[in-house]
């Protein structure tokens, strides 16, 4: 398979093995020889099914090929794709080849986030069997024009029972390994921060068993040939659109190869398919650039924004949110909700979002999670919303959907609901409980409860939090038996809940949220398309969060809110927040005219810059893991308007500090705000533009480019 950009190779040899042979840069001819022929080897035999001792074919063996499908329980030490055991028998895989089909489209799915507009996009699909087990894999393989990537699809359906141990999304072999590992680690406030380590011998393992993709590491990393930089070297990046905790591994073996595998954290868990039944498993994206890590998250924003992320129609322009939670917590009622909106349309914000603490009991975090109706001792709902939209403002609404306090009325009713054993001490997290997301009827009374509240009153956003980790989990409903399903059906069974909501109430535009940034994915963004990106406003620190979150994510999708953290006055936080979906968590009430006045400028530029943000393309021109300062520039598509942000970390001084562009047209000349003269895309992109002497800690230089009308 190819497109303009990248080939995809594989054959099915005469074992009928799917061998993998190239994923990189388009080319027009392959030698597959060079691939295959591993040279001599005196354990190329195996046993037939006749009894007689027979040679594998083509050059293949199990061990050392590069493949898609990485067998189990044939010596394959790299890792394998699945594991399925059934009451007679081994448990283990191999998968052949059966049959194929090429359709154009992309592949649909029932209970997974997957993607919108399928455009040029052309799909394989392969049916290969584990005929021991008669266990189907419908692997499928989609390209799309324009975007430098592959995805992958999977789908086991069983003839017999089978209990699935391991089912990942994605299996790639690599024939070197010379490689960079770049990944993203992190904690709550703390969020993805850029890792990058040489692969070795072994295996290396990312991922969590927190039941949300988390914190702690995004599902999404890249391998990058040695000395590869933003605008150079060759880059790999995997992704992977599931919300629940995952895997990933990277194996480096003894021939000199590397395997990388992604998928559900196997950790514990087990599936059982009845006979007919099929189980999909989430899709994963391979993408890949010839020149660098800038040009692989541009490709992968336009796909991103051409085939994951919606906004509803009425959120095309990107209206200025202010959220409570900072300014007040819980501590509110009707009046005071009344001024803070007042204050803040004067602003000129447009989205008043109310965020925790207007339902059940709830004026701390002890009580009330899963009472989904409005506490009338604190707010006046209906008059709050009219308030705020005859002031011209859209209004929102905060949910965590998912939990239960055990202080409330659905816990004291339904203590079953709970993801957990009662009988033994479940351990609460901010006093709290998961719901048990695998039984319907969980679905079903979180469905009635938001959708009640979402009918009765004029909502227009909602925010959807998620604030513990699974922690140990037990579920109910699914009792032991079944306890192995436990993360992946509660991860479904939030994606049925959300859909279900979702596609209820278009108009709405739903932002993604887990204590901050602990479910930031692209299974997620299929649903709600803005995630708040970490709880941190301290705009130093979301300096590293955003810059690493845009590797993988468009900023259209990251919620960048400044906060009343004093460590930048408010022009140089807004400076920071414009990148992204600008918002304010602060009580407008408490600022000073200055503050006001610095706050207002950055509206009017967020503004005039939201389309240009939203939809252009991202240069990282200083990276501050590595340099003593950050950068981003972004520039429209038509390359004649951009935005340029240059922020200090230590102090220093410096005679000589040009930054050079990119992007631009070289031969237009661009006015550049706070210069004098215009000066042409060739030089500002070939000499720069000098950012001379004292730099003060986390001094800001903002600049807004425009092309000159010829
Ligand atoms: C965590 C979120 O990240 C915050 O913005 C806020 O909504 C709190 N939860 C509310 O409990």
């Known amino acids: 398979m190819k497109n303009d950009f990248v080939s995809y190779l594989f054959l099915v040899n005469k074992e009928r093995v799917l061998q993998h042979l190239y994923f990189g840069k388009s080319v027009a001819d392959f030698d ?133 141990l391991r089912a990942y999304s994605l299996a ?37 068993t927190t039941g949300r993709s988390s914190h702690e590491e995004n599902p999404f990393f890249f391998l990058s040939e040695p000395g590869s930089e933003e605008e150079n070297g060759e880059v790999y990046g995997f992704s992977f659109l599931y919300s629940g905790s995952w895997k990933g591994e990277i194996n480096v073996a003894k021939f000199n190869s590397t395997r990388i595998l992604l998928g559900i954290n196997d950790s514990s868990f087990s599936y059982r398919l009845m006979p007919k039944e099929e189980m999909e498993l989430p899709f994963a994206l391979l993408c890949h650039s010839s020149s660098g890590f800038g040009p692989l998250s541009r490709n992968l924003h336009d ?6 992320i919606s906004f509803p129609s009425s959120y095309l322009a990107h209206p200025i949110l202010i959220n409570s939670w900072e300014a007040c917590f819980m501590d509110f009622d ?68 998912e939990m239960v306090n055990p202080k409330s009325v659905l816990f004291k009713e339904h203590p079953e609901f709970a993801l957990a054993n009662l009988e033994e001490e479940p351990d609460l997290s901010r006093h709290q409980l998961q719901l048990d997301l695998a039984n319907p009827k969980v679905i079903n009374y979180l469905y009635d409860a938001i959708e009640n509240i979402l009918s009765k009153f004029d909502i227009d956003y909602v925010k959807w939090d998620h604030n513990r980790s699974r922690g140990t989990a037990y579920s109910p409903y699914l009792k032991n038996e079944k306890e192995g399903e436990l993360e992946y059906r509660n991860t479904m069974g939030y994606y049925e809940l959300l859909s279900r909501l979702t596609s209820k109430h278009q108009n709405i535009l739903f932002e993604g949220c887990a204590s901050g940034g602990g479910r930031y994915d692209l299974g997620e963004l299929f649903y709600t398309p803005q995630i708040w990106c970490s709880d941190e406003t301290d705009p130093v620190q979301r300096l590293f969060i955003q810059y690493s979150t845009s590797y993988a994510y468009p900023l259209v999708s990251m919620g960048t809110h400044i906060s009343k953290n004093p460590i930048m006055d408010y022009a140089s936080k807004g400076e920071i927040a414009l990148f992204g979906t600008y918002g304010l968590e602060l009580d407008p009430t408490k600022l000073s005219e200055k ?19 939203a939809e252009g393309d991202l240069y990282r021109l200083r990276n501050p893991y590595h340099d003593n300062s950050f950068c981003l520039l972004v520039i429209n598509k038509a390359k004649s308007q951009g935005v340029f942000l240059y922020v200090n970390l230590l102090k ?59």
């Open 334 to 401: 009707t009046a005071k909700l009344l001024t803070f909106a007042k204050e803040a349309r004067m602003m000129g914000t447009d989205l008043f979002v109310l965020d925790d603490g207007w339902f059940g009991e709830r004026n701390d975090d002890t009580s009330s999670l899963g009472d989904w109706y409005v506490n009338t001792k604190k707010v006046d709902m209906e008059k709050l919303i009219s308030y705020v939209h005859e002031s011209g403002m859209k209004f929102g609404l905060w949910f965590e959907p």
């Open 172 to 208: 790639f072999d690599l024939p070197s390994s010379d490689y960079k590992l770049t990944h993203f680690s992190g904690d709550w406030s703390y969020e993805r921060r850029l890792i990058e380590e040489k692969i070795e011998p072994g295996t290396k393992v990312l991922g969590n």
């Open 595 to 613: 503050e006001k006045e610095e706050i207002r400028k950055t509206m009017d530029a967020y503004r005039r810059l939201s389309p240009l943000i």
């Open 652 to 710: 220093e001084n410096a005679r000589y500090r040009y930054v050079k562009l990119r992007g631009l047209k070289k031969d237009t000349q661009y006015t550049l705000s706070g210069y004098e003269r215009s000066l042409s895309g060739e030089y500002l992109m070939n000499v720069g533009i000098n950012l001379y002497g004292w730099q003060n800690e986390f001094q800001s230089h903002y600049i807004e480019l425009q092309e000159v009308a010829k």
């Open 303 to 308: 796909f991103e924004r051409n085939h994951i």
């Open 32 to 164: 597959a020889f060079s691939f295959t022929n591993l040279g001599f080897d005196w354990s190329k035999t195996y046993l037939s099914k006749t009894g007689e001792e027979k040679q594998y074919e083509d050059g293949y063996y199990h061990d050392r090929s590069l493949l898609e499908v990485p067998s189990f329980g044939y010596g394959d030490e790299r890792g394998a794709l699945i594991i399925a055991r059934q009451a007679q028998g081994s448990s283990k895989t191999l998968f052949l080849y059966s049959s194929h089909r090429i359709y154009d489209g992309l592949p649909k799915s029932k209970t997974l986030p997957s993607f919108k507009n399928a455009g040029s996009a052309k799909t394989l699909e392969i049916v290969l069997e584990d005929e021991a087990k008669g266990l189907k894999l419908v692997l499928s393989f989609s390209l799309i024009d324009g975007f430098a990537g592959i995805i992958r699809g999977q789908k086991l359906i069983a003839t017999k029972e089978t209990d699935v």
